[in-house]
């Protein structure tokens, strides 16, 4: 065991650097010998055994951020999970996850994996988030990360962080275009479209849909052909219900989604969406 003289202001400067407890920090710099990067170290060493602890607990809770960059074209939205919505509110955690966004945003990694790599201060992002568990003591991760580029790409963020929308319209970036896709990510944010159109519903689903509405009209005593006429009707119902430029629009209930952005420039549509939300 280490005989060097740790004093109560190395320990604090250590708890100012890591965020970790004070007791951990004092055992931190006893270990390393007063070395406060030898410290930092161990402290890191700490998170990975917390995390490795934590593996098997649930991290249902946290919080979704969307950001778009200044030229807007490009944006990601990323959920920081954690275990209880306590860690989830916490205004250090939600800054964490806004710092980690930008970061992917300014760098755009291709997965999740190359975004832990990515510098982050005086570590990488992936150490960071284990300092994270250390701290807190929850299973602290990055459960999804999404990248959408577009003409124009708008990022809304919904209910306190829960709910993180991009969407990609496929004209310039001007303010009705920008307004317009705020009202689309709001839209989305709400009524969770499957799909943009018809056209990108995939086949899977579509024939499961299909193969339903058969078999309950059928139930009903229909003929095979009826069935046939009425799942069609069934089916344009769903397209209705489930797709983005068909769905009526919340504004506006006389419209549709696409009829709505038609409205506010001519040929504007949107070309892709991602909706990201805690539990959904």
Same mark, same amino acid.
């Given at each position: 065991m280490s005989t060097v003289n740790i004093s109560a202001a190395d320990v604090n400067k250590l708890r100012q650097q890591t965020g970790a407890g004070m007791m951990d920090c004092r055992k931190a710099l006893m270990e390393s010998e007063g070395d406060f990067e030898k410290a930092i170290d161990y402290l890191r060493?700490?998170?990975?055994?917390?995390?490795?602890?934590?593996?098997?607990?649930?991290?249902?809770?946290?919080?979704?951020?969307?950001?778009a960059?200044?030229?807007g074209n490009y944006g990601v939205v990323i959920t920081i999970s954690s275990e209880t919505d306590f860690v989830a509110k916490n205004q250090e955690f939600i800054e964490f996850a806004n710092e980690v966004t930008l970061i992917a945003l300014n760098n755009m990694p291709t997965?999740?994996?190359a975004l832990k790599a990515l510098a982050m201060g005086n570590a990488t992002v992936g150490e960071k988030l284990l300092e994270m568990v250390a701290k807190i003591g929850e299973k602290i991760d990055?459960?999804?990360?999404?990248?959408?580029?577009?003409?124009?790409?708008?990022?809304?963020?919904?209910?306190?962080?829960?709910i993180g929308v991009l969407v990609g319209l496929n004209q310039a970036e001007n303010e009705a275009v920008i307004g317009a896709g705020k009202d689309v990510a709001m839209q989305i944010a709400a009524m969770?479209?499957?799909?943009?159109? /018809?056209?990108?519903? +995939? %086949? @899977?689903?579509?024939?499961?849909?299909k193969a339903i509405a058969i078999e309950?009209?059928? /139930?009903?005593?229909? +003929? %095979? @052909?009826?069935a046939e006429k009425i799942a069609a009707g069934k089916m344009s119902k769903f397209f209705k219900e489930n797709t983005l430029l068909q769905q009526a629009f919340v504004k506006d209930n006389a419209k549709s989604v696409g009829d709505y952005l038609k409205s506010v420039s001519g040929g504007l549509t949107v070309t892709n969406f991602k909706r990201v939300g805690i539990g959904a």
């Open positions: 060493k700490k998170g990975q055994k917390v995390a490795a602890n934590r593996s098997d607990r649930e991290a249902k809770e946290g919080v979704v951020v969307a950001k960059n200044a030229q997965d999740i994996d990055i459960a999804r990360y999404e990248q959408l580029n577009a003409d124009t790409v708008v990022s809304y963020i919904h209910g306190n962080y829960r969770k479209p499957i799909a943009v159109d /018809a056209a990108d519903v +995939p %086949a @899977e689903l579509l024939e499961r849909e309950q009209i059928m /139930a009903e005593g229909k +003929p %095979a @052909e009826m």
